[in-house]
């Protein structure tokens, strides 16, 4: 059984008290998801390297859709991805209307955990790698993290 600390154990308890897919340490409650995991943690290193995926996830309600996403979303956290979550609905972000869907992405962009950035960090220092950042016009620095949504944190 593994140990976990007391603040990861309030957060999952407080989370399943309201009834609510808690947003990190699902590998914790993840039953079923072994079939997908070596396929998907391919995929992450793909996009590491450089390459490109798309998932989209659909099913009816109380299938696991958020479980499932929120934890393939902890899971590239821990490779240093920043992820972003968002559900498409006809009233409140309906997919043809690109404008509202990039505004939810961007809102909800979380960072990866500080011990991902912390190995990435270490294993690129001295590196002759660089990374080049194109900012559309009227773009600030703080919006290039969208740009950055394939691509892990440096």
């Known amino acids: ?9 309030d957060e999952l308890i407080d989370a399943l008290r309201r009834g609510t897919v808690p947003m990190q340490s699902l ?3 993840a039953v079923g998801l072994d079939r997908f995991a070596e396929t998907l943690l391919d995929e992450l290193k793909t996009v ?3 390459g490109a995926k798309f ?3 659909r099913g009816e309600y109380g299938t696991g859709k958020t479980f ?12 240093a991805f920043a992820t972003s979550e968002v559900q498409i609905s006809e009233t409140e972000t309906p997919l043809h ?4 869907v990039y505004r939810r992405l961007m809102g909800g962009l979380g960072p ?9 960090t270490s ?3 001295g590196s002759s790698r660089s990374r080049r950042t194109f900012l559309p016009r009227g773009t600030s620095r703080r919006t290039t993290m969208s740009s950055c949504l394939s691509d892990p944190m440096p």
């Open 55 to 57: 998932k989209a996830v």
């Open 112 to 120: 990866p955990t500080r011990q991902a950035v912390r190995v990435a």
């Open 97 to 100: 209307q690109l404008e509202s």
């Open 123 to 125: 294993s690129t220092v």
């Open 1 to 9: 059984m593994k140990s976990i600390s007391r603040q990861r154990r």
């Open 68 to 79: 499932f996403s929120r934890w393939l979303a902890d899971r590239a956290r821990q490779m």
């Open 27 to 29: 590998d914790l409650l």
């Open 48 to 50: 590491q390297a450089g």
